[in-house]
């Protein structure tokens, strides 16, 4: 079969071709994975066919492999995104940079005006030290220097104050930074680690020409499997290495300010809005929070597999109706019933292979903002969150017991397998970067999540 590229594009049927064929790039995407080829790369094809501009064109960035590069180029960077059973071409990638290529240039040129960042909860780490704080990145904007992240100084954080600096060296005009990570203040958290690496000369320039708006983005995109590339393929007519396949929904909370120009996102379906942290709350923790305790409490190898369960899907309610759904506010008319009906149905939804596996992996960098902030709400109000507790002890025996632990921490989380449910709770909550210092103090949250990991090493049922 002919691979797909512009020169084959007239073998796929018009209706699943480009909505948009830019000409130039405007915007620049660190972290150029399924989610977003899948999430922020359809918004942004969609703003320019609204408009008719062809100035927005995406430069993704890989952090660290040649994968995507190696899939995209060959294609022109075009490729398919199947959502239900509508199958379409994507054409607002006009180039992927491989680690070693010149970013800083992409970043400091004038028509750059917007930068996308999807790099995992991880990239966003500080380490231990003086200035990191506990839930690390709920706090990382009032840190000090003196807790400057090695891991986001190395990284794609690193990478970006580089390009910021090569713009203020070019005095290329005023640049949006948008993190779309599931991180709770994803805005003000990624400018507090920026403002870390910044020599104060380039502070003073980010202040004045850079903003950080804070995004909630949601879209369910599994990794792409080899059964994902054929079912694509036979749909498209041409062979597609770099398809991923999603869920028809999708949403984009953005909170309207930008630096500057921006591609029109609120044409293709974007929220733009004042304050976007009740949205980023109700999702990190309703949608984010289950797929958790999905991940470490089913036993199922699928998302859908685990929803089919009547008394996992009741256990789901419950964690959502009694323990997070209290915690949230701010959404005064919302239809928050509406809302967690729907999340069950497309977790439920069988045409999503998502793996739990996928979902379980860095689980120290996920739990602070998913369960245990919500955790801390309940618990102030003199609340039990017994559900939530019940997640983090699967949380628990998963970093115990794992065959293969994929996790920034595994070393420190594993432990010898020897020692009995209070001392694994005891073990594991001591671990600050995860649980602060205040959780491991607090007799109700450790006496439930001891009771849950006997419980659960017992083959206990999950619900009473
Ligand atoms: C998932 C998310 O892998 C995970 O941790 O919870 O990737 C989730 O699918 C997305 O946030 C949905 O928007």
Redesign the pocket.
């Known amino acids: 079969m002919v691979r797909l590229s512009r020169a084959t594009l007239s073998r796929v049927a018009p209706a699943a071709r480009p909505l948009a064929e830019p000409r130039v790039t405007g915007v620049v995407h660190l972290g150029i994975g399924a989610?977003h080829r899948a999430h922020q790369a359809v918004y942004t094809e969609r703003a320019m066919a609204a408009t008719g501009e062809d100035r927005w064109g995406i430069c993704g960035a890989s952090q660290r492999s040649t994968d995507v590069a190696d899939r995209l180029r060959p294609q022109d960077c075009l490729y398919g995104v199947r959502a239900g059973d509508e199958v379409r071409v994507v054409g607002s990638v006009r180039e992927v940079l491989v680690p070693g290529d010149d970013l800083a240039a992409r970043l400091a040129a004038p028509q750059t005006a917007v930068v996308t960042l999807t790099i995992t909860e991880q990239a966003y780490r500080r380490a231990p030290g003086p200035g990191a704080t506990p839930g690390m990145v709920s706090s990382a904007s009032s840190g000090t220097a003196s807790g400057v992240a090695s891991g986001a100084a190395a990284g794609a954080i690193g990478r970006l104050v580089a390009g910021l600096r090569a713009r203020a060296a070019a005095d290329a005009g005023p640049l949006t930074v948008l993190s779309c990570d599931?991180l709770p203040d994803n805005g003000a958290t990624l400018a507090g680690l920026v403002a870390e690496l910044c020599e104060p000369r380039l502070l003073g320039w980010v202040g004045e020409n850079v903003s950080f708006p804070a995004t909630m983005?949601?879209?369910?995109?599994p990794a792409t499997t080899p059964a994902d590339l054929d079912d694509v393929a036979a749909r498209l007519g041409v062979s597609d290495l770099g398809a991923v396949v999603t869920e028809p929904f999708a949403q984009w909370v953005i909170e309207d300010r930008f630096a500057g120009d921006r591609p029109a996102w609120d044409r293709a379906g974007a929220l733009l809005v004042k304050d976007v942290r009740p949205y980023e709350r109700m999702k990190l923790r309703l949608?984010?929070g289950s797929?958790?305790a999905i991940a470490y409490l089913s036993g199922a190898e699928h998302v859908s597999e685990a929803v089919g369960d009547p008394a996992f899907a009741e256990y789901l309610r419950r964690l959502m109706d009694d323990d997070l759904s209290p915690t949230l506010d701010g959404l005064d008319g919302f239809d928050l019933a509406g809302y967690k009906e729907s999340l069950l149905a497309r977790f439920a939804n069988p045409g999503l292979r998502h793996r739990v596996a996928?979902?379980a992996m860095d689980g120290s960098q996920?739990l602070p903002q998913r369960l245990l902030d919500p955790a801390r709400d309940r618990l102030a109000g003199g609340h039990e969150p017994r559900w939530i507790a019940l997640a983090v002890a699967g949380w628990m025996r998963h970093v115990t017991t794992a065959r293969e632990l994929h996790d920034p921490l595994a070393d420190r989380l594993r432990g010898d397998g020897t020692a009995g449910p209070a001392a694994t709770v005891r073990r594991l909550l001591a671990i600050e970067e995860i649980f602060g210092a205040d959780l491991r103090e607090n007799r109700v949250f450790t006496g439930l999540v001891t009771d849950c990991l006997e419980r659960l090493n017992a083959g206990g049922a999950l619900l009473p």
């Open positions: 989610f599931n983005v949601d879209r369910i995109v949608l984010n797929h958790s996928q979902i996920k």
